[in-house]
């Protein structure tokens, strides 16, 4: 986020600020909610976000879409139906086409929401803690700090049985695509001017 | 965090991480927990930690305080008693004492923590979000996200009626403290040097 509060301006008369319901930081520079109404626009300014994943299959309402283009958003859109199976290879792709543009640097700040910011968007980053690591119990005790009493076995089924080494593989076939063998090495560039490893090693 | 995934070292075989029981990030360099436990110790380290702010008055475990001390974390302790009334005005001291640590950048990376990271911890972070002009309604939604069940209406009272002009007015008075008068202005150090404005308006 960057800005914790303002004090120069930080009179008792500010505008009071609106996140979307179940509204959270995930990890730096990805947020995950609920559908944003427009009375959350001014709350998301603060983000200062480059990207949007949105994980259902209807179209974005028209205010949402001016509200992306006036804040030069770009929207990642992935249709994942609501209550269908989950272990439907469809939805596998999609979510990880999703993790994709999710743990893609250049793509950061982002948020991700379907409508209720519950299952599918819980789908998705249950995905990405599987992919830092973390044990499927702290995973599920995350899933279900946001989908409360309306938790999914089927997304609980479905984050366990993700396979992440595939997603693993795609991964270095991307290095390999961008930095190129021998003479024709190249790098991908980082914030992080730092890095002494060549290639997507950390972000 | 600054890490999301090591791809290089990402084999099937690394380590599994375990995160505290209600763990979250809250902010950029901002997290909060329940009681850590050694099996969480690997994962922590991943953070970062510059500081701990502990809101129990229990002593600190000696292992606990070994891995503080091996990784070069500072322990800020405030001692709130778990059940008491919120409206005392030790509690409200307490809070704004925190407060004061946990939005000092130069104590970040931050981990806020209590016993199971609920009530204590709950307020703590809804008053921050007070300070960041959150409404009602939303900080409250964030406080019954991790207490569940558990949810106290004392906390939520606690955190509507804290006085966050207060520590507004605190925080001018350190501004001009470090800032001084005239021929002896002076400047905090921030990590963004490109702030136009002087003094602490915003991180």
Same mark, same amino acid.
């Given at each position: 986020m960057g800005r914790i509060l303002d004090i120069e301006s930080g009179d008792e008369d500010e505008a009071v600020l609106v996140p979307p319901s179940n509204f959270s930081m995930v990890e730096e520079a990805i947020f995950r909610s609920s559908f944003?109404?427009?009375?959350?626009?001014?709350f998301l300014q603060t983000l200062n976000l480059r990207s949007i994943i949105y994980l259902c299959p209807e179209p974005y309402p028209h205010e949402n879409l001016e509200f992306l283009q006036s804040n030069n958003i770009r929207l990642f859109q992935f249709g994942i139906?609501?209550?269908k199976e989950n272990s439907s290879p469809v939805r596998t792709h999609s979510i990880m086409e999703a993790l994709k543009v999710l743990i893609d640097v250049r793509n950061h700040p982002v948020l991700i929401h379907c409508k209720q910011g519950k299952h599918r968007t819980g789908c998705l980053v249950g995905?990405?803690?599987k992919l830092?690591?973390?044990c499927l119990s702290s995973v599920f005790e995350e =899933? !279900?700090?946001f989908a409360g009493a309306k938790s999914r076995i089927m997304?609980?089924?479905f984050i366990e049985t993700f396979d992440i080494?595939?997603?693993r593989q795609c991964?270095?076939?991307?290095?390999?695509? =961008? !930095?190129?063998y021998g003479s024709k090495k190249r790098r991908l560039l980082y914030k992080d001017e730092s890095l002494q490893k060549p290639g997507l090693t950390s972000f």
């Open positions: 944003p109404q427009p009375s959350n626009f001014p139906e609501g209550k995905c990405l803690r830092q690591n973390w =899933y !279900q700090r997304d609980l089924t080494l595939i997603l991964l270095y076939s991307i290095i390999y695509q =961008y !930095q190129g």
